[in-house]
């Protein structure tokens, strides 16, 4: 069955919250649909969308963005959702308990009226800051900047912001734009600082593959309850200042008799991370409850010792 948009339009990304789905058109428009009680559909109002005949199609209205906006990317968290403008800036609108939305209040956006377009606020990222990338968990938010900074907002019961505490940002006023820390990855061999070349959110944990990589390139902090950060034990991080920075260790996800496996994609799941290896094969870790790491088998890697590396077998997708 075909989802129909409106005449003729493609459709070059879709993002899904837990009950709630988005389209970029190639015309730079968004639209939404599915459960909407927190307003995360972006339309004004709590009436969920896509569940009645004649409410998709022509009929579905585009997200207000503001005016002449487009967005070139866009990310869903639980009941909440992001638009990256093509001004560089970041919109948010849906549930806002955790402080998601990055406004500085805990009050939902998009389930009233006149709450969208021009008067639904841009994230502030900081003086003169513009975002390259922006990722949604369950209830916190990060966006990777042209400074080669990565900031999170929202929830961080779990650390899952990367800051060195579990104090949420966002949820009140003066946290936002320069106020609100990057995220540390750390100096890295060369001492200059270790930047992220791409940012994936799960539920509550966060993950980057690294620019530079050193081992895998790939650093993780939050939520461990499965061993989802890939570290052989099931301790949060960045909860503390020393789980962060150079303490934070790179993910080893093995090696063969030529080189180090060094990570070329990367998704999080909710509880899971998998990732597209310079070998051409795909290795998976974390929750593996329903069989998600492609094992074989339902147990969780990566919350023990000697999982990872080599220990880490490869998801066999056939030839």
Partial sequence: IALAFETRRGVPELTAGTDHV????????VKCWGDNSNGQLGYGDTDSVGDQANEMGDTLPAVNLG?????????????HSCARLDNGQVKCWGANARGQLGLGDVYMRGDQPNEMGDKLPAVSLGIGRSALQIAAGHA???ARLDNDQTKCWGDNRHGQLGLGDSSNRGDEP???SDNLPPVNLGSGQSGLGLVAENIQVGARHACVRLRSPASSGIKCWGYNNSGQLGLGDIQDRGHTLDQMGDKLPTLDLGSD?????VALEMV????HNCAYLSNGRIKCWGDNASGELGLGNTHDRGDQSHEMD???PFAD???
């Fill in 22 to 29: 988005c389209a970029r058109l190639d015309n730079g428009q």
């Fill in 268 to 271: 999080a799941g909710s509880f």
């Fill in 67 to 79: 005016s002449r906006r487009r967005a070139l990317q866009i990310t869903a968290g639980d009941a």
């Fill in 310 to 312: 080599n220990s880490l």
């Fill in 140 to 142: 916190h938010t990060c």
């Fill in 257 to 261: 008799a030529n080189s180090v496996f």
């Fill in 174 to 176: 003066n946290e936002m």
């Fill in 317 to 319: 997708i056939g030839n």
